[in-house]
C-alpha cells in the first residue's frame, strides 16, 4: 500500500456524529497509513478559528509533499460546508485525491435553498472530487442528479461496540433514551410532549447531549415532568456506553438525519429503536422488527409506540435482540473498514 490517508474533520475531542466516526476509524482501520487533521475545535470561535487555520497549513504542506497522498474530507452544511470546501479546493489544484465523505441529513436541503451562484459552485465541486461517500441508499439516489453515479458510495456508520449476547433488563420503570442535540430539528420537543399523557409510574425519559437544555428543562417543569425526565449533557463514551446498557428504548424522532451514531450504538447495545423515516434512518430499521418508524412531527404515533414497547417487555426483548442481530451483520467496524479500503485502492 502506498498511499496515506489524511482525514479531513472535526478535532477528535469534540462531541458529535462525525467525531465518533472519525474515532471509530483512528481506531479501526488496521494496516492503513494514516493521519487526522481537525479543522474545527467545537469549542470557542477564535480556537475554531486556530483550528481551520491549522489545517489549511498543513493541507498545503501535504500537497506539495506527499504526491500519493488521499485527503479523506468529511462535512456536513453551512459552515462544516465552507471550511472543507475550501481545503478540497487546495488539493484539487495540486492534483491530490479527494474523497468527500458528506455526513448529516441537511445537505441536499442546503443545495438547494443557496443562492444560484453559490448553488452552482458546491455541485461544481461534487462533479471535480473523484470520490464522493454517502450515509445511505436514500442518498445514493438524491445525489445522482449532482454528479456520476459510479463516483458515489455508500457507507454505512459503523457500529463501534457490539455486545455478543443480548442482556436483559431489569429496570421498575422502562427508561426512554434520547441522545443527540437538544433542539427542535432534533424532535425533543416533540418527545416530551409525547410521554407528557403516560402512566408517570411506568417510565423514566433520559436526554443526553447540548444545545438547548435550558428550554427543555423549562418545558419539563411546565408539564410538571421533573421527576419523569431527567436532562443531562454530553457524557464520555465509556459513561455512555453505560447509559446505553441501562436504557430500555432509544427513540430519536429527528426532522433531518443522515445516519445516526446514537441509533447504531443503541443496536449495538440491543436496544429496540422509535425514530422518524427521514435520511438514513430506515435502512437501520425494520418497521415492527427492531423498533418502529414514525413520521416526523406526528407526536401521537410517536406516544403510540412508546406506550406499546413500555408496556410489553416481551416486545422490547425480541425487538433489542433484532437489533444487536442487524448490527453484527451490517454495521460492524470491519465490514466498513473493508469498504472504505476499496474505494481507497480504487481511486
Given at each position: 500500500m502506498s498511499y496515506k490517508v489524511y482525514f479531513i474533520g472535526p478535532s477528535l475531542d469534540t462531541q458529535g456524529g462525525i467525531s465518533s466516526?472519525?474515532?471509530?476509524?483512528?481506531?479501526?482501520?488496521?494496516?492503513?497509513?494514516?493521519?487526522?487533521?481537525?479543522?474545527?475545535?467545537g469549542k470557542n470561535r477564535f480556537r475554531d478559528l486556530y483550528c481551520f487555520i491549522y489545517a489549511l497549513i498543513r493541507t498545503f504542506i501535504i500537497c506539495l509533499t506527499?504526491?500519493?497522498?488521499?485527503?479523506?474530507?468529511?462535512?456536513?452544511s453551512n459552515g462544516s460546508y465552507f471550511r472543507k470546501s475550501i481545503i478540497a479546493r487546495m488539493c484539487l489544484l495540486f492534483g491530490r485525491k479527494v474523497i468527500l465523505h458528506i455526513h448529516g441529513g441537511g445537505f441536499i436541503d442546503f443545495i438547494e435553498s443557496s443562492k444560484p451562484q453559490k448553488k452552482k459552485a458546491i455541485i461544481t465541486l461534487l462533479r471535480r472530487v473523484h470520490h464522493?461517500?454517502?450515509?445511505?441508499?436514500?442518498?445514493?439516489?438524491?445525489?445522482?442528479?449532482?454528479?456520476?453515479?459510479d463516483k458515489i458510495s455508500v457507507l454505512y456508520n459503523p457500529c463501534g461496540i457490539i455486545d455478543k449476547v443480548y442482556k436483559p433488563r431489569s429496570?421498575?420503570?422502562?427508561?426512554?433514551?434520547?441522545?443527540?442535540?437538544?433542539?427542535?430539528?432534533?424532535?425533543?420537543?416533540?418527545?416530551?410532549?409525547?410521554?407528557?399523557?403516560?402512566?408517570?409510574?411506568?417510565?423514566?425519559?433520559?436526554l443526553y447531549g447540548n444545545?438547548?437544555?435550558?428550554?427543555?428543562?423549562?418545558?419539563?417543569?411546565?408539564?410538571?415532568?421533573?421527576?419523569?425526565?431527567?436532562?443531562?449533557?454530553?457524557?464520555?463514551?465509556?459513561?455512555?456506553?453505560?447509559?446505553?446498557e441501562r436504557s430500555d428504548i432509544l427513540v430519536l424522532p429527528s426532522y433531518?438525519?443522515?445516519?445516526?451514531?446514537?441509533?447504531?450504538?443503541?443496536?449495538?447495545?440491543?436496544?429496540p429503536i422509535i425514530a422518524s423515516d427521514v435520511g438514513g434512518i430506515p435502512d437501520t430499521i425494520v418497521d415492527g422488527h427492531n423498533g418502529y418508524i414514525i413520521s416526523p412531527g406526528n407526536t401521537s404515533a410517536l406516544k403510540d409506540k412508546i406506550s406499546l414497547l413500555i408496556s410489553d417487555k416481551l416486545l422490547r426483548e425480541q425487538m433489542g435482540k433484532a437489533s444487536l442481530e442487524l448490527a453484527a451483520t451490517r454495521y460492524s467496524v470491519e465490514k466498513i473498514a473493508e469498504k472504505l479500503k476499496r474505494i481507497y485502492d480504487s481511486l
Open positions: 466516526v472519525l474515532k471509530l476509524y483512528k481506531e479501526n482501520l488496521t494496516g492503513l497509513e494514516m493521519a487526522f487533521l481537525g479543522s474545527y475545535s506527499d504526491k500519493k497522498a488521499i485527503f479523506h474530507i468529511n462535512t456536513a464522493i461517500i454517502v450515509l445511505s441508499d436514500f442518498w445514493l439516489e438524491s445525489y445522482q442528479k449532482y454528479t456520476a453515479k429496570n421498575m420503570k422502562t427508561r426512554i433514551l434520547f441522545v443527540g442535540a437538544i433542539c427542535k430539528n432534533k424532535g425533543v420537543y416533540d418527545l416530551i410532549q409525547s410521554v407528557r399523557p403516560l402512566d408517570k409510574n411506568s417510565y423514566i425519559l433520559d444545545g438547548e437544555l435550558d428550554q427543555a428543562r423549562s418545558l419539563t417543569k411546565t408539564f410538571a415532568l421533573t421527576d419523569n425526565i431527567h436532562i443531562y449533557d454530553w457524557v464520555s463514551r465509556r459513561e455512555l456506553d453505560a447509559v446505553y433531518a438525519e443522515g445516519m445516526p451514531m446514537c441509533i447504531l450504538e443503541a443496536m449495538g447495545k440491543g436496544l
